[in-house]
């Protein structure tokens, strides 16, 4: 089955402790990224990468990093969580083309105490 | 990229038509419309796109107006499972990259 998983699900830490959000994607896409959803604001884009070692930064990139060392990988660090940090994360992958359709996963939840 | 409007709100009642309307005065003749729509908190999922025709698929139908200024998505026999947030999205083909910009999109309501 076609599908992007996100681990973990759920994830409560406290501020500082470095935490790594993992992403796969199992249908061969060269674009995958990163959106962040809160209340109000809607799903804003972090990161994106194009392909393997290629990585650009989105609308809200402060306070994350990025690596895309595998094409089916993309994991969102965060080195030093803070509470603004608390949110809903969302992981993305698509293939390039005229018509380019995203394929979410099921969502990260983070709370940052 | 042409910015959309779409109404904040809609109700439909279960087994009737939902028609979800957007506005895209300024789409370019190279600029495709999406629909995505997120269900509670999950992530979003693709529902169709269109270029200058009308669409179908196993899950909606695209109307574009013939001065592609407008749109209407149209879910033909609404139930519960389809309650979410729907998003219109305008963008020039080939030029994602992968990112996607989300408006505020419609809470549809569907209720029994």
């Known amino acids: 089955e076609a599908q992007v998983t996100q681990n973990p699900r759920y994830l409560i830490t406290v501020t ?43 609308d809200v990139p402060e306070g994350y990093k990025v690596s895309r060392k595998e094409k089916r990988n993309f994991p969102l660090i965060l080195e030093s969580p803070s509470p603004n940090q608390t949110s809903l994360y969302f992981c993305a992958s698509s293939r390039p083309g005229v018509v380019e359709t995203q394929y979410f996963g099921p969502g990260t939840r983070l709370l940052v105490l | 990229d042409a910015k959309t409007t779409q109404p904040t709100s809609m109700d439909c009642a279960e087994g009737r038509a939902a028609n979800l309307p957007c506005n895209h005065s300024t789409i370019s003749g190279n600029e495709y419309v999406y629909w995505y729509r997120q269900i509670h908190s999950q992530g979003p999922q693709y529902i169709i796109h269109g270029l200058k025709n009308n669409e179908t698929n196993e899950m909606a139908s695209l109307i574009i107006t013939e001065d592609r200024k407008s749109s209407t998505l149209i879910l033909p026999h609404a139930t519960l499972r389809d309650t979410a947030v729907y998003y219109c999205i305008v963008r020039a083909g080939g030029t994602s990259y992968g990112k996607l910009t989300f408006g505020q999109g419609t809470i549809l309501t569907v209720h029994p």
């Not at chain 1, 804003?44 to 989105?58: A, C, H, L, P, W």
């Open chain 1, 16 to 58: 500082g402790k470095k935490l790594t959000v993992t992403c796969s994607q199992n249908m061969n896409h060269e674009y995958m990224s990163w959106y962040r959803q809160d209340p109000g604001l809607g799903l804003r884009q972090i990161y994106y990468s194009m392909n393997v070692e290629v990585t650009d930064k989105g």
